[in-house]
């Protein structure tokens, strides 16, 4: 059964710093990984889905990696800023042979302080 | 362009009674996933649908717990009878390009479920 883990739970930083949230995941044997954003009291937004083939995918000021020998993703964030302020969640999946859904992480609760 | 409309946005019932959420993936999307989140579990798949058949129900706690896809514009998840621990928030999610691979997933904005 596929397990993702992501680290840290909780981060504060001073605005304009980048930062790097870390995502684990223990069945490589995926289809693609995605990122996403989540406000408090709305639903999940998209950020990246990074395909199995693929290593990085990159939107604006935002970067994923994927290394799925090592069961490793990373999130980089350029230049936070406050709006940036939301829960960061990994999600894996969907498996080979598995279901079809996403496995998620508990999430990374992000605050960029102005 | 109309994202995945969730109704109702919060449903506050007792013990007991019967709970029926709705959703409206994105139009085109032939894939339809719905998902719960609590603070203790995080977000786990409840069942996923293709071409509105159930395809993957291993998620669904009990047999309280049901769900059905009547066509491709509407699916509904029930709970009978509800219980205090069904409490949290629903998510219902689309995606397009067949069994769902490859194409990113677009979430509603969730029902909160309160059972008292």
């Known amino acids: 059964k596929q397990e993702v883990t992501q680290i840290p739970a909780a981060l504060s930083v001073p605005e304009g710093e980048n930062l790097v949230l870390n995502c684990s995941f223990t069945d490589s044997a995926i289809y693609n990984l995605q990122w996403f954003r989540q406000d408090p009291g709305k639903g999940l937004t998209s950020l990246l889905l990074?395909?199995?083939?693929?290593r990085e995918q990159t939107s604006g000021r935002l970067n994923a990696s994927l290394d799925k020998s090592s069961g490793r993703s990373t999130l980089y964030i350029a230049a936070s800023q406050p709006g940036d302020s939301a829960t960061y969640l990994c999600a894996a999946g969907p498996g080979r042979g598995g279901a079809d859904g996403l496995t998620f992480g508990k999430g990374t609760h992000l605050i960029i302080q102005p | 362009d109309a994202g995945v409309i969730q109704s109702p946005r919060h449903e506050v019932t007792e013990m007991g009674q019967e709970v029926t959420l709705r959703c409206k993936p994105i139009s085109g999307h032939n894939s339809l996933f719905w998902y719960r989140q609590t603070m203790m579990r995080g977000l786990e798949l409840l069942i996923y649908?293709?071409?509105?058949?159930?395809?993957?129900d291993s998620g669904m706690p009990e047999d309280r717990f049901s769900a059905k896809m009547p066509n491709a514009s509407f699916s509904t998840l029930k709970i009978q009878p509800s219980e205090p621990r069904d409490s949290a928030v629903y998510f219902c999610?689309?995606?397009?390009?067949?069994?769902?691979?490859?194409?990113?997933?677009?979430f509603g904005d969730g029902t909160r479920l309160s059972i008292l």
């Open positions: 649908f293709n071409n509105n058949v159930p395809i993957d």
């Open positions: 999610a689309s995606s397009s390009g067949g069994r769902g691979l490859n194409q990113p997933q677009h």
């Open positions: 990074i395909q199995s083939s693929q």
